[in-house]
């Protein structure tokens, strides 16, 4: 057996089998730094950054894990892993400047040296089009609300395509639709900043037309293409069993689990938000959008709790009842929501179900003898893989499980207060340290491929 010890060890009979690809999560923004190199242009979250009182002590992606300019380090991270996959998104801005136009060759060769190396590591790349880092010359012409968007992000995608598909044929659309539109243009709270009903649902329905512009574009230049797009699925539980809190919950979950799997797999809007986005819709739309994908990526934490509020949703986030046990950060634990989660993907969609993120924050600390003991997120991560054992043993067709994150990184507007990454990062050197989690992971990914049969013959 793999692990020793009581903390970190790893039960082989617990896991999926040895064809089950293990990877790790990052994004351009959170880790790479290096801002204003290399004719990188400014991106939503540069500007969101620099305005007063948006992000947690006033951090910003300027540095951040440097990965930029320690890629290769990072790859040999992994590679000491032994993950079998690494999932990073493309910035665009960095790649396309001014978000439209011509290239820019030294942004695009930073990817070429990356997925060389993560290849000469035995490393599959996924490379994800958006997390988040809209070039802020495109929010300059309105973003996610113009609808000339679509071409805009096909035409990026053909760009990514065509550069990396000779070796990339993994390819994700968008990570957390429904986070971004949601926190970027009806809360308000991530950039751009904008909290207006209409604003969100436009934004809704430019990026449903721009995930399915991508994928078509995408099958056209890259051979032997896998695609899909990353959603969030969660159950939204209402925080109490008044009525203005059940109502609440059921509203959440329409934007948040259901604005963007369902129109992409479906054709069509839930009949909840069918009449709200009626006004942006064009002949033909429904049928851009739902374009076939070869499998859905999941991210998952933690259910919601949902409370009424005055906000534009009149519904916003709610705590957990007290016998809930929470993450040091307060996030609940329940890793049966994440197996029912996986199963009801399986049961709704049909599709091969790659998680594509999994993980939690914690407050860890460099011990005196220079390691980091981050007992509490082993035990997370022990008990979600466990859940996902679960639902594989039921039925689910779960292919794959990604940690977020491999480093601890920009963790949007609460800046560098939360550490997600099984990779400690000392922001005053950049020196990486391994923590005790990232021993227990590659532990984990060991026993794994040395089981012969699948979880489910056990
Ligand atoms: C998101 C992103 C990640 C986060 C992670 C932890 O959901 O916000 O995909 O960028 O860092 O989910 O919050």
Redesign the pocket.
Known sequence: MAGTGSQGSVKAEELPNSSFLWGVST?SF?IEGATHSDGRGDSIWDTYCRQQGRVKNGDNGDIACDHYHRFAEDVALMQGLGVGAYRFSISWPRVLPRGRGGGNEPGLSFYDRLIDALLAAGIEPWICLY?WDLPQALDDLGGWENRDIAGWFADYAALVGRRYGDRVKRFATF??PC?FTLFGYGFGSNAPGIADKAALHRAIHHVNLSHGAAIDVLRSCVQGASLGAIHNRQPCFAESTSAGDVAAALRFAEYWNDAFPHPQHFGCYTPALAEAMEPYQQPGDMAQIARRVDWFGL?H?SPHYIKADSNLLGATFGAPPDDVPRTSIGWPIVPGAFRDTLLDIDRRFGLPIYVL?NGTAADDRIDDAGHVQDAGRIAYLQAYTGAMNEAISAGADVRGYFV??LLDNF??ASGYSQR?GIVYVDYATQRRIPKESARWYSNCIAASRRLRFPATMR
Do not use: D, G, L, R
Request: aromatic fraction near 28%; avoid cysteine.
């Open positions: 994004s959170q997390h990570n957390e986070v991210n934490y993120e977020w994150s963790e949007w997600f």
